[in-house]
């Protein structure tokens, strides 16, 4: 059995049309959806963008996190580093197996000096230029930004530096077929038909869009928000009230239509397996590593505070060769660390000791009903979440100095999570807390879930 596993970086799960978003055009992926199984309840488990791969490529959890700064690298955060030595990841144990395995993908972060993330692949792709990636020399704002909300920002604001960057790196585009979401599932069909009959193989696809930068192509963005004469905006401010609301529609605009993007050349991509004749043996997944605040609460992107269900709920549809699931429903709780073990399962090959993820098929046969687990945990950075079927609780997982305060939302009277009811049920938030303390279990005095031998720990930092 062959594995093809798309993810779009940041794609919402509730800007889907099968998930009941009449706004949003994505008929292929709602196609998918119809041919498949779509999963309701699937929430990662460390974020953002680095620590969800760690948790893809191994189906092994990775918070609670160590902290290991990163040297050359701008972000820094726990759970922010190199795979570890010990790691087994997905491509490697395939590899062993018999297995081609490829990986495309433009998410910049993975290729980093000293970033692992393409190990055990027998080929790889690095399609360049996204968001602040070096690809052109900029050592200074040199382009025309009079056309953009970041010329308006101060001198020292980063976001003036990454929109230079970035408008530099894609000055040579005409076509939507240049844009890197379209580049990256364009190659992953190339990759297809050049070496999709060779033996079985997996195909890891990373598409950094809908991740901002959000610049949709105009005809996209302007069918989801016609009319718009105001500037552009590249890299938007964390808060909307830093934005006009005319503004703030066209982001909204520009990000449905990236995810509309990712949609019309997931359908291209599917259509170079039904040509090649590879969709009866090939298991096809699309998923995200998180998705990002669009408004709600006044906050625009995802953040180190912000776990909630916009930010950490995926998508998660998988087609089956076998027509017996197709148009599945799956509820309760399944997690990024759940889909390694469970596509290994499928394939008909053993699971690396090392995963303790679950395989979460029986969930879509009926063997078992309720989702893999009661509680969800979720954590970004210094800040975590623990949802049950009734309530969300996001709060600091260790002692910060001015943090923001802990909340709880009731996800039956408010299943978009707008509303903290803490003062209301403090005794629900002492409950959930003890729960993630369980999680996190003897982490402050030496435990290993989010450990490895390399690289390591600084001496004497404070947890």
Same mark, same amino acid.
């Given at each position: 059995?062959?594995l093809?596993?798309v993810?779009?970086d940041?794609f919402r799960?509730?800007?889907?049309?099968c998930?009941g978003?009449?706004w949003?055009?994505?008929?292929?992926l709602?196609?998918?959806a119809?041919?498949?199984?779509r999963f309701n309840d699937?929430?990662?488990?460390?974020l953002?963008?680095?620590p969800? /791969?760690?948790?893809?490529?191994?189906?092994r /959890?990775?918070?609670?996190f160590r902290?290991y700064?990163q040297?050359?690298?701008?972000v820094?955060l726990?759970?922010?580093?190199?795979?570890f030595?010990e790691?087994?990841?997905?491509?490697?144990?395939l590899?062993?197996?018999g297995y081609?395995t490829?990986?495309?993908?433009?998410?910049y972060?993975?290729f980093?000096?000293?970033?692992?993330?393409?190990?055990?692949?027998?080929?790889?792709?690095w399609?360049?230029?996204?968001e602040? %990636?070096?690809?052109?020399?900029t050592p200074?704002?040199?382009?025309?930004l009079?056309?953009y909300?970041?010329?308006r920002y101060?001198?020292? %604001?980063?976001? /003036?530096?990454m929109a230079?960057q970035?408008l530099?790196n894609? +000055?040579?585009w005409?076509?939507e077929a240049?844009h890197?979401g @379209?580049?990256?599932l364009?190659?992953?069909? %190339?990759?297809l038909e050049?070496?999709?009959?060779k /033996?079985?193989?997996m195909?890891?696809v990373e598409?950094?869009?809908?991740?901002e930068p959000?610049?949709?192509?105009?005809?996209? @963005?302007?069918a989801y928000?016609p009319?718009?004469e105001?500037?552009?905006v *590249?890299f938007a401010?964390?808060f +909307?009230t830093?934005h006009?609301p005319?503004?703030?529609?066209r *982001?909204? +605009? !520009?990000? @449905?239509g990236e995810?509309?993007l990712i949609?019309?050349?997931?359908?291209?991509?599917?259509d170079?397996?039904?040509?090649?004749?590879?969709?009866d043996d090939? *298991?096809v997944?699309f998923?995200s590593?998180h998705g990002?605040m669009?408004g709600e609460?006044?906050?625009?992107h995802k953040g180190?505070d912000r776990?909630?269900i916009?930010?950490?709920r995926?998508?998660?549809?998988?087609?089956?060769?076998?027509?017996?699931y197709?148009g599945r429903?799956?509820?309760?709780f399944v997690?990024h660390?759940?889909?390694?073990?469970?596509?290994?399962?499928?394939?008909?090959?053993a699971v690396?000791?090392?995963?303790n993820?679950?395989?979460?098929?029986p969930l879509?046969?009926?063997e078992?009903t309720?989702?893999?687990r009661d509680?969800a945990?979720s954590?970004?950075?210094w800040y975590a979440?623990?949802?049950?079927a009734?309530?969300a609780? !996001?709060?600091?997982?260790?002692?910060?100095?001015?943090p923001?305060p @802990?909340?709880l939302? %009731?996800r039956?009277a408010?299943?978009?999570e707008?509303?903290?009811?803490?003062?209301e049920?403090p005794?629900?938030a002492?409950e959930?807390?003890?729960?993630?303390r369980?999680?996190i279990?003897d982490?402050?005095?030496?435990g290993t879930?989010?450990?490895?031998?390399?690289? +390591?720990a600084?001496?004497g930092?404070?947890?």
């Amino acid at each position: 059995m062959n594995l093809l596993v798309v993810v779009a970086d940041t794609f919402r799960a509730d800007y889907l049309g099968c998930d009941g978003n009449a706004w949003i055009q994505t008929p292929n992926l709602d196609q998918m959806a119809a041919e498949g199984i779509r999963f309701n309840d699937f929430y990662a488990e460390a974020l953002p963008t680095l620590p969800v /791969r760690r948790v893809f490529y191994t189906g092994r /959890r990775c918070f609670p996190f160590r902290y290991y700064p990163q040297k050359s690298d701008m972000v820094q955060l726990p759970g922010w580093h190199p795979l570890f030595d010990e790691d087994v990841t997905l491509a490697e144990w395939l590899r062993e197996l018999g297995y081609c395995t490829g990986l495309i993908s433009d998410v910049y972060h993975q290729f980093k000096p000293g970033k692992n993330f393409h190990r055990g692949f027998h080929s790889w792709q690095w399609i360049r230029g996204q968001e602040q %990636d070096a690809l052109v020399p900029t050592p200074d704002p040199d382009v025309d930004l009079s056309g953009y909300a970041e010329d308006r920002y101060e001198e020292n %604001d980063p976001r /003036r530096r990454m929109a230079a960057q970035y408008l530099n790196n894609r +000055a040579w585009w005409s076509e939507e077929a240049d844009h890197y979401g @379209a580049q990256v599932l364009g190659a992953a069909s %190339d990759w297809l038909e050049q070496y999709g009959h060779k /033996r079985p193989w997996m195909l890891w696809v990373e598409s950094f869009d809908p991740h901002e930068p959000w610049d949709a192509p105009k005809e996209l @963005a302007d069918a989801y928000l016609p009319g718009y004469e105001g500037p552009e905006v *590249i890299f938007a401010q964390p808060f +909307a009230t830093r934005h006009s609301p005319e503004e703030v529609a066209r *982001i909204k +605009a !520009h990000y @449905a239509g990236e995810c509309t993007l990712i949609d019309r050349w997931m359908g291209r991509l599917l259509d170079t397996l039904r040509q090649q004749n590879l969709l009866d043996d090939t *298991i096809v997944v699309f998923t995200s590593d998180h998705g990002c605040m669009m408004g709600e609460q006044g906050e625009i992107h995802k953040g180190a505070d912000r776990v909630r269900i916009q930010v950490s709920r995926c998508p998660l549809i998988i087609r089956h060769p076998d027509p017996q699931y197709a148009g599945r429903v799956v509820d309760g709780f399944v997690q990024h660390q759940d889909l390694m073990p469970t596509l290994l399962k499928l394939a008909g090959e053993a699971v690396p000791e090392r995963c303790n993820g679950e395989d979460f098929w029986p969930l879509v046969t009926g063997e078992r009903t309720g989702g893999l687990r009661d509680y969800a945990v979720s954590a970004f950075g210094w800040y975590a979440c623990v949802r049950n079927a009734r309530w969300a609780y !996001h709060t600091p997982w260790i002692k910060l100095e001015n943090p923001r305060p @802990a909340e709880l939302y %009731d996800r039956e009277a408010d299943p978009d999570e707008l509303v903290n009811v803490i003062g209301e049920h403090p005794e629900v938030a002492r409950e959930l807390d003890e729960v993630l303390r369980a999680y996190i279990g003897d982490f402050e005095v030496g435990g290993t879930v989010g450990t490895g031998e390399t690289p +390591a720990a600084i001496p004497g930092l404070k947890w």
